[in-house]
């Protein structure tokens, strides 16, 4: 995709429909801002590796149990022996998204323009838009990590991670010149609120408390932030929280005030989700473990890295662990 040719977020007011990006990337286009990670964006992100340090940042297949949602029981691991040399193993229940994940472009629809690209809910049956797009080839670039908390004690901030701490564009770009880090286009942003690290400190019986009055830091629904991950070219958006965005929606900018909720699952009325993912096709990361990555970038100063992510290449997929590696 040639980078001269993109147009800016207001550019595409005058897309069809309005901001999206679907005649950007092309009718037929199934990759949506992973379009964004060039060779050469990979093959520059690749020269950031300079130690030879390796953070894994998937957390363990049914470490959040309960899981907070509720409609993703745990995974049931089964392991069997043909004779007593051998063994072997499967797996039932298996959630694709109830750990360290990223959604495909499936994952999430538009009530007024369907799903990436226009494809119709009543024809996401089979495997277009799935994870597959992304996880054939892999993805790699350079990723940039935006550590809210230590941001905030480091300013002289109050900061509770139980609480809804809305992370607009002004903020996102105060963090990152307090970092010294910038934008080089086709970056994976990974955001680190301290969502995960708290959560799993809790005891069973905290969790399912804590569930019931659930609130925390994320992106700010607004189109302020939806301008600013494009305007950045920002390729994928991952946070360590459990849905990337504030909980709950602080904002009426994505808000269908006649739409109802539906007869289950989550409402994502108001939700970056739909704008994110249906419209600009942006890849998005949720419970990524980023404790250990953001404590090595806080000890040498470089909050930039080269990131490989290797979903499950599970075609239609409608999402998969990120099996994500950075590496210093």
């Not at 899981?67 to 499967?90: I, K, L, M, S």
């Not at 509770?160 to 307090?178: K, N």
């Not at 305007?231 to 965005?245: P, S, V, W």
């Amino acid at each position: 995709m040639p980078e001269r040719d993109r147009p800016s977020f207001d550019d595409l007011a005058a897309a069809r429909p309005p901001y999206s990006s679907w005649e950007y990337f092309g009718p037929s286009d199934e990759r949506g801002t992973i379009n964004f990670l060039t060779p050469a964006r990979v093959a520059a992100a690749a020269q950031l590796v300079r130690t030879g340090q390796q953070f894994g940042l998937d957390y363990p297949v049914n470490v959040f149990e309960p899981y907070p949602t509720g409609t993703r029981p745990a995974t049931q691991h089964h392991v069997f022996e043909n004779n007593e040399f051998h063994r072997d193993d499967w797996l039932d229940s298996f959630y694709l998204q109830s750990t360290t994940q990223i959604d495909s472009l499936r994952h999430i629809g538009h009530p007024t323009f369907g799903f990436y690209g226009g494809l119709p809910p009543a024809e996401n049956t089979g495997p277009r838009l799935g994870i597959h797009n992304w996880a054939g080839p892999g993805i790699a670039g350079r990723g940039v990590l935006l550590d809210v908390p230590r941001f905030f004690a480091e300013s002289g901030r109050d900061y509770d991670v139980e609480s809804t701490v809305p992370l607009d564009a002004p903020l996102l770009d105060e963090i990152a010149a307090h970092q010294r880090v910038g934008w080089h286009g086709g970056d994976l942003l990974l955001i680190r609120t301290g969502w995960t690290e708290n959560y799993l400190a809790k005891s069973h019986d905290e969790r399912v408390e804590f569930t019931r009055r659930n609130k925390g830091p994320g992106l700010a629904q607004t189109t302020d932030v939806l301008r600013w991950l494009w305007d950045h070219e920002i390729a994928l958006t991952a946070a360590d929280n459990l849905a990337l965005e504030a909980d709950p929606v602080v904002s009426s900018d994505f808000f269908l005030p006649d739409a109802p909720p539906p007869p289950r699952g989550v409402n994502h009325n108001g939700m970056l989700h739909r704008p994110l993912i249906a419209l600009l096709g942006m890849a998005v990361g949720e419970m990524w473990k980023l404790d250990e990555l953001a404590s090595a970038c806080a000890a040498d100063g470089r909050y930039d890295f080269f990131v490989t992510a290797k979903p499950l290449n599970i075609v239609g997929g409608v999402g998969s662990p990120a099996n994500a590696i950075a590496f210093k």
